[in-house]
């Protein structure tokens, strides 16, 4: 087991422009999450999954990010009509069952750039 | 509402001298604590987590935290920094019926030689 992957690591996109981000989860983990780091801050929660059900979206996801998780594997953030705004670190984690009992592994994030 | 507090920013240790950084919380019930560490364009690590019990948990590369409850305080420790642990450092709190983390804004660890 690897851990979490996270793909691409980096990308840079013109404003306006779709992207779409990839998370491997740690393969036995049911619940996967994902969170935006923005510079000089810590990481704030954005939503998370509970195999392929979308359980709970945070305010900072507005309308123009969506994310998915088919099969309850592997998931992916889109966000359209990219802004500044978006340029983040965003952050894939994945826990088996609740967090309460074993805490999260993160991937190593995609580093977003809108210019 | 849930929150964390790290009140320092940046701190310079040298290499060799103890280390301790501060976490305040800000929590209803019992908290479920975290300290990550952070290294340049990396994801976050696990060095810690506090969830009952002995109140001086160890971590992984020779760091400890103690929770103390009437402090609201869980500050992360280590007796003798190395270069390497320059990086930055995490602390969280679980919230949200115990399925997402309610981080602080991070405390920027230098090492001087």
Redesign the interface.
């Known amino acids: 087991d690897t851990g979490?992957s996270?793909n691409p690591r980096h990308k840079i996109t013109k404003r306006g422009q779709n992207v779409t981000f990839r998370c491997d989860p740690i393969s036995e983990h049911n619940?996967l999450?994902w969170?935006r780091q923005t510079l000089?801050?810590?990481?704030?929660?954005l939503t998370?999954f509970q195999n392929e059900a979308q359980?709970?979206k945070s305010r900072l996801l507005s309308d123009r990010f969506s994310a998915e998780r088919p099969k309850g594997s592997f998931s992916t953030l889109e966000i359209q009509r990219t802004e500044q705004g978006d340029s983040a670190m965003y952050?894939c984690a994945s826990s088996l069952g609740?967090?309460?009992n074993y805490?999260?592994?993160?991937?190593?994030?995609t580093?977003l750039t809108v210019v | 509402a849930q929150s964390v507090t790290q009140p320092d920013i940046h701190i310079t240790v040298s290499e060799g001298a103890s280390l301790e950084l501060r976490c305040n919380y800000s929590y209803g019930a019992t908290p479920y604590l975290f300290w990550y560490v952070q290294s340049p364009g990396q994801g976050l690590q696990l060095l810690l987590k506090y969830f009952s019990g002995d109140t001086l948990v160890q971590g992984i590369k020779g760091f400890e935290a103690e929770f103390k409850r009437s402090q609201s305080s869980f500050n992360l420790r280590k007796p003798s920094v190395h270069w390497s642990d320059a990086a930055e450092y995490f602390c969280a709190v679980l919230t949200g019926g115990g399925n997402k983390l309610t981080f602080g804004t991070g405390t920027q660890l230098k090492v001087e030689l």
């Open positions: 979490v996270q619940r999450y969170y000089g801050q810590g990481p704030e929660f998370y359980l709970e952050l609740g967090a309460a805490g999260y592994t993160f991937g190593s994030g580093r």
